[in-house]
């Protein structure tokens, strides 16, 4: 495949974990910074573009009119270390889990509990990805965007980028018409393993009663089994991961639920809010396994919803709508979808 512009025309299937048919009009292939200009001019004539990568997060409508970009530049440059890190830019078309695999045979130890998860580097950022203790904004030194209400390049800095829950400048207006072309990550030398999260217990006691024993490559294997054993694989029952976000409540409103439900699963945040596990939320309103039509709540995950077969994006939405609807009702708390629902 060359690198230059890649504009296909109408129609084109656009896959995604969910499943969902969504057919666009015209869709190009970013490779190469070579084509900023181009998309430069589609953006100046058409408007911004909807950018996508691995389309593992995102709720797509059946049709697509604005221009589709596909993130497709790969590789990695290595920069000089810093004294307590080693700094590497990797581009936003790489392969989320690989640059993972990558980092490690490399000497780099720092994203293993960020592993399998889906997608690319540069949706990475977008949500600032997290699993097992582990945020993406703990490892980032630097985002490279392209602005195109300016038409250039520039460098964000960790605290430019606004990180949260799940959240980042990037999901906000201020974000909403950058690309994003490279990642910089600081992963670093004196790596310590993260190993709070409940699931890795069996390592963090191996750590504590034999220091030094946890390698990078043990977290790494033990959270690859973890999700592998409890998250349904979208290949087999097409899913977009975690469909709502943990809701972080006050800890007065913790206390009253607590009171009512004494079995509430719940995590102390550093500000004193307490973060509840939405998925026990939609579970104690019994829909662990329920049908919407064409789609379902995972039988063993209730964060998971799933597409058996033939599901659109308003038949996600409903389904999603009755959920939150009936978790407002029973615990007086809001969810939020996690993945981006696409207009
Ligand atoms: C089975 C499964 C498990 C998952 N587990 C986790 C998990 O543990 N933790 C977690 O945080 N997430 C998880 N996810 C969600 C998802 O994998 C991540 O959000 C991932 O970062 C999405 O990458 P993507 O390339 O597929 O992004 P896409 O779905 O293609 O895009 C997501 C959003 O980012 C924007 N975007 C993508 N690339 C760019 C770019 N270069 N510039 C500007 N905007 C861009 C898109 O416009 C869209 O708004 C899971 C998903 C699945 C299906």
């Known amino acids: 495949m060359s690198t230059s512009l890649q504009a296909e025309v109408n129609p084109i299937a656009l896959p995604n974990t969910m499943g969902l048919p969504c057919v666009a ?8 910074r070579a084509q900023l200009p181009q998309l430069q001019d589609s953006f100046d004539r058409h408007g911004m573009p909807l ?14 009119d604005r221009p589709v970009v596909l993130m497709r530049n790969t590789g990695m440059e290595v920069l000089e270390p810093r004294a307590d890190a080693w700094l590497i830019d990797v581009a936003a078309g790489h392969n989320w889990h690989q640059w993972v695999c990558e980092s490690l045979a490399r000497g780099w130890p720092g994203l293993e509990n960020l592993a399998l998860i889906p997608g690319s580097v540069g949706a990475a950022p977008i949500q600032n990805i997290g699993a097992y203790g582990l945020e993406l904004a703990q490892r980032v030194a630097g985002v490279e965007i392209w602005d195109f209400e300016t038409g250039q390049s520039r460098w964000l ?11 980042s400048v990037f999901k906000q207006a201020a974000g909403g018409h950058w690309l994003v072309l490279n990642v910089r990550f600081a992963l670093p030398k004196d790596w310590q393993p993260v190993l709070g999260y409940p ?9 504590q009663t034999r220091a030094a024993s946890v390698s990078a490559q043990m977290v790494f294997d033990h959270v690859v ?14 899913n977009v991961g975690s469909f709502f976000k943990n809701p972080v409540v006050s800890s007065e409103l913790y206390e009253r639920l ?9 995590y102390r945040q550093i500000d004193g809010q307490f973060k509840l596990a939405a998925g026990w939320l939609i579970d104690q309103c019994g829909f662990k396994g329920k049908r919407f039509g064409a789609v379902a709540v995972h039988d063993r995950q209730a964060l998971v919803l799933v597409n058996t077969g033939g ?33």
């Open 157 to 167: 800095q960790t605290p430019d980028c606004r990180f949260g829950y799940r959240d």
């Open 199 to 207: 699931d890795l217990a069996p390592l963090r006691q191996r750590w």
């Open 311 to 343: 599901a659109r994006m308003a038949d996600v939405l409903r389904a999603a709508n009755a959920i939150a609807q009936a978790v407002a009702d029973r615990f007086g708390v809001h969810l939020q979808m996690e993945p981006v629902c696409v207009s």
């Open 225 to 238: 089994a973890v999700r592998q054993a409890k998250l349904p694989d979208p290949t087999v029952e097409p």
């Open 25 to 32: 009009s015209a869709v190009t292939v970013f490779r190469d």
């Open 51 to 64: 950018v996508l990568a691995g389309a593992s997060n995102v709720i797509l409508p059946e049709r697509m």
């Open 258 to 266: 607590k009171q009512t439900h004494p079995h509430l699963v719940a």
